[in-house]
């Protein structure tokens, strides 16, 4: 099914144009300009994004030593790296990549396969809700709200599986709800809220040429920590107990929340170079001693 879905997409690009930048490059400026006609529907912006990539070319080629040489930069880095950890740390995707597998050691009368329907669903609409909300208000009061979203349904996960009976006995009650709510809530709230802001807030921390450099340090950040959260939850687990496990997540998003109130500058609403006179203001502990 799969292999379907990945044939059936991959088909159209086929008749895909090159991208516009990539024509250019190779000289076939025409090309690009007939492109970005279609694409913008009007050749005086075609001729304007050409004029871009122009002088985009003629700049120098960005020296990584150099750019760290800014003390901006420094801790532009510093606390984007901070955060990107935070967001993995918080215990979502052990969370959700061992969905099926929390939702059968509950042994409530809920289907997991139920269960795991209804927390996708509210997945995509969480994600979905995203849009809008970013474009009311701040990212760090989003922020800050979803990650107390978080350790709320963390505290229940580890609440249930505190007060759940023993040797696979039936649980009844508002028990048998509790961890699906509370599942649902870490889901939702990490979704709506620094799921879906994190790229956002990263890239907006960088300007310029250091915009390139700090993002890859970051996906690599991000996708390291992805890993060590997913591997070595179910070793968390057979150590300390899935309540313990739950209940040490829960602490991580109150520390980010303290870290974004402090650290975190806002950028809604702000130009790169706002943005980074913030991160100038903020005195590092180094800088205050």
Same mark, same amino acid.
């Given at each position: ?46 001729? /304007? ?9 003629? /700049?120098?080629? *960005?020296?990584?030593?150099? @750019? ?33 597998? @929390? ?23 969480? +994600?979905?809700?995203?849009?809008? $909300? ?49 599942? *649902? ?8 809220? *620094?799921?879906?802001?994190? %790229? ?22 991000? $996708? ?19 309540? $313990?496990?739950? %209940? ?22 702000? +130009? ?15 800088? @205050?001693?």
């Amino acid at each position: 099914m799969f292999a379907v879905i990945i044939v059936a997409t991959g088909i159209p690009i086929l008749f895909l144009p090159e991208s516009p930048y990539f024509l250019y490059n190779k000289g076939q400026e025409k090309d690009a300009i007939k492109v970005l006609k279609f694409l913008h529907g009007s050749e005086q912006l075609a001729l /304007q994004e050409i004029a871009e990539y122009t002088l985009s070319s003629k /700049q120098e080629k *960005v020296n990584k030593i150099a @750019i760290l040489k800014n003390p901006t930069v420094r801790k532009s880095l510093l606390i984007s790296v901070i955060f990107s950890i935070g967001c993995q740390m918080v215990g979502y995707n052990a969370v959700s990549y061992y969905l099926q597998t @929390i939702l059968i050691s509950t042994h409530t009368s809920i289907m997991p396969e139920i269960a795991s329907v209804i927390i996708g669903v509210i997945q995509f609409v969480s +994600s979905f809700l995203t849009m809008y $909300t970013t474009d009311r208000f701040g990212r760090k009061i989003i922020m800050i709200t979803s990650l107390i979203g978080m350790t709320i349904g963390l505290i229940g996960l580890g609440t249930f599986f505190k007060l759940k009976p023993h040797d696979n006995e039936p649980v009844h009650g508002f028990l048998n709800n509790l961890p699906l709510i509370s599942l *649902v809530i870490v889901v939702y709230c990490y979704n709506a809220g *620094v799921g879906s802001l994190v %790229w956002v807030t990263v890239t907006e921390l960088f300007d310029g040429p250091a915009r390139a450099f700090g993002v890859a340090v970051n996906l690599g950040v991000n $996708t390291t920590f992805i890993f060590l959260t997913t591997k070595y939850f179910p070793m968390l687990i057979n150590e300390v107990g899935p309540a $313990t496990t739950y %209940w040490s997540f829960a602490v991580i998003p109150i520390l980010m929340c303290l870290f974004i109130i402090f650290f975190l500058p806002e950028t809604k609403g702000k +130009s790169f170079g706002e943005i980074q006179e913030d991160i100038a203001k903020k005195k590092t502990k180094e800088e @205050i001693e």
